[in-house]
């Protein structure tokens, strides 16, 4: 069962958290007020923003909202039979495809080497001006509980950049973000030091899913090639373009199938049990504490999915 943020807080944090609460106790949490949300997903390789947030990248993008994909190193050694500048390249122009299926704004490959990624002061500063150059109202991040250092230390040069996108002389040549974002983790597996805990969960059936998995087969040297070498089921990928298609979209319904399975009474409490109980492939978020915190009301005008 999920429990919201506030019960899961100790209580000697509760007058903190309630004056926090009082802060961003706005309607809206949009930097401007034409009603356009601006969201900025961090992931720490090229694909990684693609598998846990393409459908609602793809949603957001049909109703008009701005979506910038971000990952924060290169994926030049992300394959086993080719590396450097070639892989990068390779990987940049699969990216690139995949949000052009999606249908957003930008997808940016940062040129940091693959496997070495550092949380240093640079990369802070680096991380806090995306963030304050596209002055986004949502900003999505792995959490830092992963096998992947790379993916460990995304999540902390996001986190170390949440209050300072607000602050004017943390990089006082990129305007700062007036009204804190709100930052929320990809869902993931990992158990320790606690799990996933979703606060709202986002059916992608139809359309939008649809385009997810041809953006998923678009990944080719990642999910055709590396991926699938690395895992030992590189003989189980179709040769003809159709059937690997078909296979890497089938891979990615079953893990997405998963999510919606395991946050079925999310589901339901979010859209209602007749609908809740049918849907098939989901995307699931948990709201971090290092930006604003909003009410459930205010989340759902974030992820504006639920009429």
């Not at 459908?55 to 049909?62: E, R, S």
């Not at 052009?100 to 990624?117: F, M, P, R, T």
């Not at 804190?180 to 709202?200: E, H, T």
Request: glycine share 6%.
């Amino acid at each position: 069962m999920h429990t919201s943020h506030l019960l899961k807080t100790p209580v000697r944090y509760l007058i903190l958290a309630s004056l926090t609460l009082c802060l961003f106790s706005t309607s809206a949490f949009g930097q401007d007020d034409d009603g356009v949300l601006r969201i900025i997903a961090f992931g720490a390789h090229p694909d990684d923003c693609e598998v846990r947030a393409s459908g609602v990248a793809a949603m957001w993008a049909k109703m008009g909202h701005k979506v910038k994909f971000v990952s924060v190193t290169n994926g030049d050694i992300g394959h086993y039979a080719m590396a450097g500048g070639p892989l990068a390249i390779t990987r940049t122009k699969e990216v690139e495809a995949c949000g052009e299926i999606l249908g957003i704004e930008e997808s940016v490959v940062l040129d940091n080497h693959d496997g070495e990624l550092m949380p240093t002061l640079e990369n802070r500063k680096k991380i806090a001006r995306l963030i304050r150059d596209w002055q986004a109202d949502i900003v999505l991040t792995p959490r830092p509980n992963d096998y992947h250092p790379d993916h460990r230390y995304t999540a902390i040069l996001v986190q170390d950049a949440a209050f300072m996108v607000t602050v004017p002389y943390f990089t006082p040549d990129t305007p700062r973000i007036e009204k804190n974002p709100v930052f929320l983790y990809y869902y993931d597996r990992f158990q320790k030091p606690y799990p996933f805990d979703p606060d709202i969960a986002v059916s992608i059936d139809g359309e939008a899913g649809a385009q997810k998995y041809e953006c998923m087969a678009a990944l080719r040297s990642q999910f055709s090639d590396w991926n699938a070498w690395h895992a030992g089921y590189l003989d189980q990928v179709p040769k003809d373009e159709e059937g690997r298609k078909a296979f890497i979209a089938e891979m990615f319904q079953r893990r997405d199938a998963a999510v919606a399975d395991k946050y079925r009474d999310l589901l339901i409490s979010l859209y209602g049990e007749e609908r809740g109980r049918v849907i098939k492939h989901a995307e699931a978020f948990e709201v971090s504490e290092y930006g604003s915190q909003p009410s459930m009301e205010q989340l759902k005008k974030l992820f504006p999915f639920f009429e």
